[in-house]
């Protein structure tokens, strides 16, 4: 693709996605035609973007200029990557999460915006309630969230945990190219909380859980099943293995004082996730009161619990 202007790129690129798209992504093609078309403009100027290095205001601007040669090939190597399925935030190595560009690979989960309603309610309760607390994010993939705890919550000390040595090596590289204080753990997550020391009790708990029922994991869209690591999909059966396995935990394992949880989840499992902690195991909370948080659109998104 060499000498195409700027605008014929562009058109190129959104036919070869569309194109794609339909065969790929059932979201897509359920989605009204005006829809489709938005879509697939946004992420051909997005890869267009990466591929120049031009700001989206330049390339508008010069819609008639050439594409430089170098970056048509780049450019044309990312659209067909994205065709196949690949995602965006990949093939561009990074994603947007809480303002701030995180580098992300497979073998580690793809920030959600979603996941940013979690964050911000922990960080206000952290820095309202106990600003010297030990946080610990669980399955912490690229990171963000232990990376944004601990540039928010300066006085508090931050440990990312994950089962995965890929997903820790970016969330590493995360938190040294932002600067953050965070200590990494190679483990399982229940299995640490359950033989951390007193003397390392934790007070907040933070996760962003795989939640999606077994069945339904081959079910999402090629590009979510096939490229995304299914273990921090897979929540089991109906989704709750790791809710069930922390509810029945307990909460002994928490330190003296204030002490919090936020855990995301998926859309209907509120009730059933805050129930696991208030009733099913209520008995291993005494103390704890427990709510839902929805998010921008009004779906259940998150639930915590506390204990003042």
Not at 81 to 96: N, T
Not at 218 to 245: K, M, N, T
Not at 277 to 299: T, Y
């Amino acid at each position: 693709m060499t000498a195409w202007t700027i605008r014929e790129a562009e058109q190129w690129a959104a036919s070869r996605l569309h194109e794609g798209f339909m065969e790929t992504s059932r979201t897509f093609a359920a989605a009204p035609e005006e829809e489709r078309a938005d879509w697939v403009r946004h992420e051909a100027l997005l890869l267009l973007e990466y591929a120049t290095g031009w700001t989206r205001t330049k390339l508008l601007v010069s819609s008639g200029d050439t594409v430089p040669e170098n970056a048509a090939t780049v450019y044309q190597s990312y659209v067909e990557r994205r065709v196949r399925g690949e995602p965006l935030q990949y093939i561009v190595g990074e994603a947007w999460f809480y303002g701030r560009p995180f580098t992300v690979r497979p073998g580690c989960l793809i920030p959600r915006p979603e996941t940013e309603i979690l964050v911000e309610r922990a960080m206000d309760w952290v820095n309202d309630v106990r600003p010297d607390a030990r946080i610990v994010d669980v399955g912490t993939g690229s990171g963000c969230i232990a990376v944004t705890m601990a540039l928010a919550c300066p006085r508090a000390t931050v440990f990312a945990v994950d089962m995965s040595e890929d997903a820790l090596a970016v969330a590493k590289e995360n938190a040294q190219a932002h600067g953050a204080s965070v200590q990494f753990v190679h483990a399982d997550g229940l299995m640490w909380l359950r033989t951390t020391p007193e003397s390392h009790a934790i007070h907040v708990w933070l996760s962003n859980p795989p939640y999606i029922p077994s069945v339904d994991v081959d079910g999402l869209d090629e590009e979510v099943r096939h490229w995304e690591p299914r273990l921090a999909l897979d929540g089991g059966a109906d989704g709750l293995d790791f809710y069930r396995g922390l509810a029945e935990t307990g909460a002994d394992k928490f330190g003296d004082g204030p002490a919090a949880l936020f855990l995301e989840v998926g859309r209907g499992q509120a009730s059933d996730v805050r129930r696991l902690f208030a009733e099913v195991h209520g008995h291993r909370w005494q103390g704890w009161r427990f709510g839902i948080i929805p998010d921008l659109r009004g779906v259940e998104r998150v639930v915590w619990g506390e204990r003042r």
